[in-house]
């Protein structure tokens, strides 16, 4: 999968890749949440912006964060924002990554990574689409579709408490899982003509 400016251009002639595209066509304009699974490096990111760009909201923003570089206390502030004086250090307002990706879609990369208390903050966005900045008082209306990425087997971790049940059914409306690179060996020329042509 390779991106070309915004839009994503996806280079496959691989049935699998095929039917996964297809796929994510048309369940792009229905709104639904979706999880991408499959290796690192798989383009998971990539497809998430052709579902969000073959969206209804198109027009509107494509915010992407992966959730595995953050502690708890930073993913919170960069998911939901903050309050002037919510903190010490806190001298203004700050929109999290939720707010600005409202009329849009927001792409949780490694959403494994996440803890069990932000799946649980997580998963109230979802069923009330709204939330609190930190320090605030009053809920923020938010119209988010959410997209979540893992490269780690979900129905696994369910199973061991480490991932919520119910968060896992409200992302996984719809399930894609990309192939790796080594089981679309067809798509090794076109992707070598592609890189010799945009770097010559």
Same mark, same amino acid.
Not at 62 to 71: D, K, M, P, R
Not at 119 to 128: D, F, P
């Given at each position: 999968?390779? #991106?070309?400016?915004?839009?994503?251009?996806?280079?496959?002639?691989?049935?699998?890749?095929?039917?996964?595209?297809?796929?994510?066509?048309?369940?792009?304009?229905?709104?639904?949440?979706?999880?991408?699974?499959?290796?690192?490096?798989?383009?998971?990111? &990539?497809?998430?912006?052709?579902?969000?760009?073959?969206?209804?909201?198109?027009?509107?923003?494509?915010?992407?964060?992966?959730?595995?570089?953050?502690?708890?206390? &930073?993913?919170?502030?960069?998911?939901?924002?903050?309050?002037?004086?919510?903190?010490?250090?806190?001298?203004?307002?700050?929109?999290?990554?939720?707010?600005?990706?409202?009329?849009?879609?927001?792409?949780?990369? #490694?959403?494994?990574?996440?803890? @069990?208390?932000?799946?649980?903050?997580?998963?109230?966005?979802?069923?009330?689409?709204?939330?609190?900045?930190?320090?605030?008082?009053?809920?923020?209306?938010?119209?988010?579709?959410?997209?979540?990425?893992?490269?780690?087997?979900?129905?696994? @971790?369910?199973?061991?408490?480490?991932?919520?049940?119910?968060?896992?059914?409200?992302?996984?409306?719809?399930?894609?899982?990309?192939?790796?690179?080594?089981?679309?060996?067809?798509?090794?020329?076109?992707?070598?003509?592609?890189?010799?042509?945009?770097?010559?």
């Amino acid at each position: 999968l390779m #991106e070309s400016g915004k839009k994503p251009l996806i280079i496959t002639q691989n049935p699998k890749m095929q039917k996964i595209l297809e796929t994510a066509k048309q369940i792009a304009t229905t709104d639904c949440n979706v999880i991408i699974t499959g290796e690192s490096g798989t383009g998971k990111e &990539l497809l998430a912006r052709y579902i969000h760009y073959n969206s209804l909201r198109a027009d509107g923003p494509f915010v992407a964060i992966n959730c595995g570089v953050f502690s708890e206390e &930073l993913l919170a502030n960069e998911l939901f924002g903050h309050e002037k004086g919510a903190f010490t250090g806190a001298t203004t307002t700050k929109k999290g990554l939720i707010e600005i990706a409202d009329k849009g879609t927001l792409f949780l990369d #490694e959403i494994t990574e996440m803890s @069990l208390s932000m799946q649980a903050k997580l998963l109230r966005v979802i069923q009330e689409k709204e939330f609190l900045r930190l320090g605030g008082t009053t809920p923020i209306k938010v119209d988010v579709r959410f997209i979540a990425a893992t490269n780690k087997d979900l129905k696994t @971790l369910v199973k061991e408490g480490k991932f919520r049940e119910d968060l896992y059914y409200r992302l996984c409306v719809v399930s894609l899982e990309l192939p790796p690179l080594s089981e679309r060996k067809e798509d090794i020329p076109l992707l070598a003509y592609y890189f010799l042509k945009k770097y010559s």
